[in-house]
């Protein structure tokens, strides 16, 4: 039996434990509704561009995974420097060997490279699960290469402002980093490809372009892997594997979105839901995983089977904040898709859809965050340049799939 002084000391501790978690969760719940709010502009830009995605058949397949790249390296790299700052390395500095400007090269160069993977992978994969017709594989090269490379400095100097608030003002970066970078992915990624679009279907032009792209970007890869500069290295190493695996996701996403294009076409609030949907899914398991890796890489949270008293109360905070963030999301959704003319069913179904379809995709997030965070740290790689690729793809696949059956469920079509 435990001694009566034991007591009282475990209630405060707990009571200790959640007041600072709620304090967490209210900087995390800010960023979360700004994202979701924010992302109705890459929503609005998407209902919007139906002749575009009629024009290259297959664009829509490649949308989820092109705005996935941003949010996997970036929000990877948001929470190796988080875990930095917490650490006590992270310096501003811009010297070629600081920790800083080693991310932010790997960054830009992994974004090339899998803007050039991506196009293939979309080619290939829209051959498999028969998706025809499709757009030719020099206009996928240059829309997705091109696309992502112009994102990628917007979301770099976001994500570095970001990091560089968090120093300055005190804020914790892994509750604010993945929603951020959400949104930045979400605004910048959609304007780049459709920008990218304007060099695509040319027929000397596209496919020189094409071939310059991926020769760059092979480049880029080999000088990474063989710089002398350790922690760049070491990212492009370990990051390639798991976005290529990561981006395989997401066009497996897409193809879910795709095969119901003619839904979406037909209620195209359902595309200004979209973007949001999957970046609020995202973005929760982003910021669940990095809180998570930070805590493991502290020892303030043991890798475990059953999450321990720290971890149960990141996941029991990750539900508390879904609900709200996915009403919110389905209600201002139908109020800018009615204000843009765009339409929808009534505003009841569609915050139906938003919060039962939300509901659904939580479960698997904190299945996902937690259980692929400990997988990372079972194999001994660095959960955060593994858990957050892996962890955010896995939810764009499990929201693209729980969007669909909310919709089904809720009777929209």
């Given at each position: ?42 929503g609005l ?9 009629e ?62 993977v ?48 968090a ?9 604010v ?13 959609l ?15 596209t ?70 949907y ?5 973005a ?13 890489h502290?020892g ?9 008293g ?11 904040l ?92």
């Amino acid at each position: 039996m435990a001694a009566p002084g034991r007591i009282p000391q475990a209630l405060t501790r707990a009571a200790t434990r959640w007041a600072r978690d709620l304090l967490a969760a209210r900087s995390a719940f800010a960023a979360l509704v700004m994202a979701a709010l924010a992302s109705l502009v890459a929503g609005l830009i998407l209902a919007s561009i139906t002749e575009t995605l009629e024009e290259f058949p297959g664009l829509l397949l490649l949308v989820p995974a092109a705005i996935a790249v941003k949010g996997n390296i970036f929000g990877a790299l948001g929470s190796r420097l988080g875990t930095a700052i917490h650490a006590g390395t992270f310096r501003l500095s811009g010297r070629r060997d600081s920790v800083m400007a080693q991310n932010a090269v790997a960054s830009v160069a992994l974004s090339l490279a899998l803007g050039v993977v991506l196009a293939i992978l979309a080619k290939a994969i829209a051959l498999a699960f028969n998706v025809s017709p499709t757009m030719s594989l020099s206009d996928f090269l240059v829309i997705s290469a091109l696309g992502c490379l112009i994102a990628a400095f917007v979301v770099l100097a976001i994500t570095l402002a970001t990091a560089a608030g968090a120093v300055r003002f005190g804020w914790d970066l892994d509750n604010v980093v993945a929603p951020m970078v959400t949104v930045a992915g979400d605004v910048v990624t959609l304007p780049s490809l459709v920008v990218a679009a304007e060099l695509a279907g040319f027929d000397i032009l596209t496919p020189s372009m094409a071939w310059a792209l991926g020769v760059l970007a092979a480049l880029s890869v080999a000088w990474g892997l063989r710089s002398r500069l350790l922690e760049l290295r070491t990212i492009m190493r370990e990051s390639m594997p798991v976005l290529v695996a990561a981006g395989m996701l997401d066009l497996v996403a897409g193809i879910t979105v795709e095969k119901r294009i003619e839904d979406f076409v037909t209620f195209p609030v359902l595309l200004v839901l979209l973007p949001g949907y999957l970046a609020t899914a995202g973005a929760l398991g982003g910021v669940l995983s990095s809180r998570l890796s930070t805590k493991l890489h502290l020892g303030l949270a043991r890798p475990s089977v059953v999450p321990s008293g720290e971890a149960r109360v990141d996941l029991a905070t990750t539900f508390a904040l879904s609900l709200p963030v996915f009403a919110l999301l389905g209600l201002v959704s139908s109020m800018a898709a009615g204000l843009t003319g765009h339409a929808g069913p009534p505003l009841a179904d569609l915050v139906a859809v938003a919060v039962l379809g939300g509901l659904l995709a939580t479960v698997l997030i904190v299945v996902v965050a937690y259980y692929g965070t400990l997988a990372a740290v079972r194999f001994g790689v660095d959960p955060d340049t593994y858990g957050i690729p892996m962890v955010t793809s896995s939810l764009d696949l499990a929201g693209a799939f729980t969007l669909i059956v909310s919709v089904v469920l809720v009777g929209v079509v």
